[in-house]
C-alpha cells in the first residue's frame, strides 16, 4: 500500500529532485513529476529542481513496487496526501461543530497553493484564498503579530454560586501576573488586551470544553456550557454538575498594525498567458494538457482566468483546477473560486 509521511525529507537531503542526497520519492517530486512545478533554477540559482532525479525515485519507490507508471504514482501520492490534507481539514471544523463549506480555505507555505484548490473543491468548499507571499506567510506572520502570554491556574470546583468570588479573584490574580510580564515586554497600559476563558466540564468527564467570557455569572456560563457541548457532541445534560476545571487569560501587546497597500477597485481583465508546458490537470483524473502558466510577476488587480491553469509566483506555485476562476484582488492576493466557469470561457 501506498503511505505518505508522517516523516518529511527536509530541506537537505531534501526531496531526490533537489540533488543534495535526497533519495526516497516525495510530494515535491510528485508536483515535478506531473510537470506543475518547473524543472530547473530557483532562488537566484541557489536550488535546482531535476525532473529525471524525481521520476528516478517514483519510479524505484512507487512504480515498480505498485505496478503502476511514473505517471500514475506521481498521481496517487498527490491525490493521497490531499485526502490526509483534507483529514485533517475535518478535524479541525468537523469535530469541533463547524461545516467547512461555509469557510475560506487558506493555501500558505511554499507547497499550500498546490493543494488548495483541491482540498477545498473535497470539503465542498466554495472558494480557496492565496496570499501573494504565502512562500513566507509564516515569517511575515512572526514579524508583524502582537505579543501574547497565555497564563492558567487549575480550579477543580464545582460550578456553583459560591464559585464567582473563587473565580474573580482567580482572574484578577492571573491579569496581575500578566500585566507585570507585558510591562517588560515594553507595552503601556492603553496596548494591552486581556481574554478571560473558563475550561468547562461535566463532573466525572475527562475533556473539558474551553469558553471565551466577559461574564462570571454562574448561569450565564452553565448555558453557555450546554449550548457548546450540546454543538461538538450533539447531547448535554442541564442541571447536571458542571465542574471549573482551568481559569485561563490571554494577555496580548498590541503593536502596529500591519500597512497593506490597497489599489482602487480596477476593472477586471484576462490575465496574460506567460507560457504553455505539459502537466497533469488537478482534477484527479491524470491527464496531461498543454497547461497554460501565468507569470505571477505580470498580474495585477482585477486579473481573472479560468483553470486549468498554474500561476508561478515567487515565493509559491499555485494551481488552479478545472472548472476554477482566480483572481487578483485589490491586495495582490488570488482568490480561487471553485467550479466558477462559465460557458465558453476555458481558456485551455
Given amino acids: 500500500m501506498l503511505y505518505a509521511g508522517p516523516e518529511g525529507a527536509g530541506a537537505r537531503p531534501g526531496p531526490a529532485c533537489y540533488g543534495l542526497g535526497g533519495v526516497r520519492a516525495t510530494t515535491t517530486d510528485a508536483q515535478l513529476a506531473l510537470g506543475r512545478l518547473r524543472a530547473g533554477s530557483y532562488a537566484n540559482g541557489t536550488l535546482t529542481l531535476d525532473r529525471g532525479l524525481a521520476e528516478a525515485a517514483i519510479s524505484r519507490d512507487v512504480a515498480d513496487p505498485l505496478g503502476l507508471s511514473d505517471k500514475e504514482s506521481a498521481n496517487a501520492i498527490i491525490r493521497l496526501v490531499e485526502q490526509n490534507i483534507r483529514h485533517s481539514v475535518e478535524k479541525v471544523s468537523l469535530e469541533r461543530g463547524l461545516d467547512p463549506a461555509r469557510f475560506i480555505l487558506v493555501g500558505a507555505g511554499g507547497a499550500g497553493a498546490l493543494h488548495v484548490a483541491e482540498v477545498a473543491r473535497r470539503l465542498g468548499m466554495k472558494e480557496a484564498f492565496v496570499p501573494r507571499l504565502a512562500g513566507v506567510f509564516c515569517a511575515l506572520g512572526m514579524c508583524n503579530a502582537d505579543v501574547r502570554h497565555d497564563l ?197
Fill in 152 to 348: 492558567l491556574q487549575s480550579m477543580g470546583t464545582l460550578l456553583k454560586t459560591e464559585a464567582n468570588a473563587k473565580m474573580r479573584a482567580g482572574f484578577e490574580d492571573l491579569e496581575r501576573e500578566a500585566t507585570s510580564m507585558l510591562i517588560a515586554d515594553g507595552f503601556d497600559p492603553d496596548l494591552m488586551r486581556f481574554e478571560k476563558k473558563v475550561d468547562l466540564r461535566y463532573a466525572g468527564q475527562q475533556w473539558p470544553i474551553t469558553l471565551s467570557t466577559n461574564s462570571l455569572d454562574v448561569d450565564y456560563l452553565r448555558q453557555r456550557f450546554d449550548e457548546q457541548h450540546e454543538k461538538l457532541y450533539g447531547s448535554s445534560q442541564p442541571g447536571a454538575n458542571i465542574e471549573i476545571v482551568n481559569l485561563r487569560i490571554s494577555a496580548t501587546g498590541l503593536l502596529p498594525s500591519l500597512r497593506i497597500s490597497d489599489q482602487a477597485t480596477p476593472q477586471r481583465a484576462l490575465a496574460p498567458i506567460a507560457n504553455r508546458r505539459p502537466a497533469v490537470a488537478g482534477d484527479g483524473s491524470g491527464h496531461v494538457i498543454d497547461m497554460p502558466v501565468l507569470d505571477g510577476r505580470e498580474l495585477r488587480a482585477g486579473h481573472f482566468f479560468h483553470g486549468p491553469a498554474i500561476i508561478e509566483e515567487v515565493t509559491t506555485t499555485i494551481l488552479i483546477g478545472p472548472g476554477d476562476e482566480v483572481l487578483v484582488d485589490n491586495h495582490g492576493n488570488y482568490r480561487i473560486f471553485i467550479d466558477n466557469t462559465r460557458a465558453g470561457v476555458s481558456h485551455v
